[in-house]
Each structure stands twice: as C-alpha cells, then as structure tokens.
C-alpha cells in the first residue's frame, strides 16, 4: 500500500512506523531525513532517538521528491538486511565456529589416543627406583630391594 493510501490523522512516532509507511528500510528513511530533508520531528527534551512524523508531511514531500524521481532511487539501496538475512548469517556464523570446534576437538582426541597408547606400552613390571645415598651422594638409578 502506498504512502498516500494511508490515513492521514496518525502520527507516526518510531522509524520503524515511519519506515513501514513508506514501505522503506528504517536506515532508507533516516538517510533521506539526512540527505533530503524529509520531514520528522524531534520533541523537545525528547531522547536524540525520538522522532514523530505526520503522514500528510510525509505525503507532501513524496509528491514534491517524486518529481526528482533520481533522488529517491540513489538514497534507497542499502536498506538493513531483513531477520530471515540475519538469522542465515548468524546461522552461518555458527556452523563456521562449530566447525572450527570440531576440527579442535579431533585433534586433541587424536592426540589424547596417542598419549594413551604409548602409556599402555610402557611395561607395568619395571622395578621401581628410588634414590639411596652412594658415597655420600645421592644415586637416584639404585634400584629397591637391590
């Protein structure tokens, strides 16, 4: 539905409202406040965020900006990706980490497997050493019992 479909005695008071009364992106309609003057409001002593418009201004400076059609067209491609763009970019982002893990848990598994095969291999019946004076200094070779 197009701007000048709507009612003209709301007022619109979010980017968001202002955005889906154009049936712009909110960054579109921000950028064209910037860049060509369309009108919104600011309260005074309001929040720097807070912005009202009123449908027949905006209404108004569609139909005065539609006969430069070339300005509204250079000021309205980089609308912020919609959720479904960000949950598949998250979603991508996610699958790259958890890969990433994967690889590391591979290798510290493979490496846990080698630590456990070179400990099974040693023998379990080696006399034990221990470390007994030998001329007044210590022999830490000597065997118990020996």
């Known amino acids: 539905m197009s701007a000048l479909a709507h009612g003209a005695n709301r007022v619109l008071s979010s980017w968001k409202?202002?955005?889906?009364?154009?049936?712009?992106?909110?960054?579109?309609?921000?950028?064209?406040?910037?860049?060509?003057?369309?009108?919104?409001?600011?309260?005074?002593?309001?929040?720097?965020?807070?912005v009202l418009a009123y449908p027949e201004e905006l209404d108004a400076w569609i139909r005065k900006t539609a006969a430069q059609p070339h300005l509204l067209q250079a000021h309205a491609g980089d609308d912020a990706p919609d959720a479904a763009s960000e949950a598949q970019q998250l979603r991508e982002r996610c699958e790259a980490l958890c890969a990433a893990h994967r690889k590391a848990v591979a290798a510290l598994m493979s490496n846990l497997k080698n630590t456990m095969q070179y400990v099974s291999a040693v023998p379990t019946d080696l006399p034990r050493a221990t470390a007994t004076p030998l001329n007044g200094k210590l022999n830490p070779i000597s065997q118990a019992g020996a």
């Open 17 to 50: 409202e202002i955005a889906s009364y154009l049936g712009k992106g909110v960054r579109t309609v921000q950028r064209w406040e910037h860049q060509l003057a369309m009108p919104v409001h600011r309260p005074a002593g309001a929040d720097k965020g807070v």
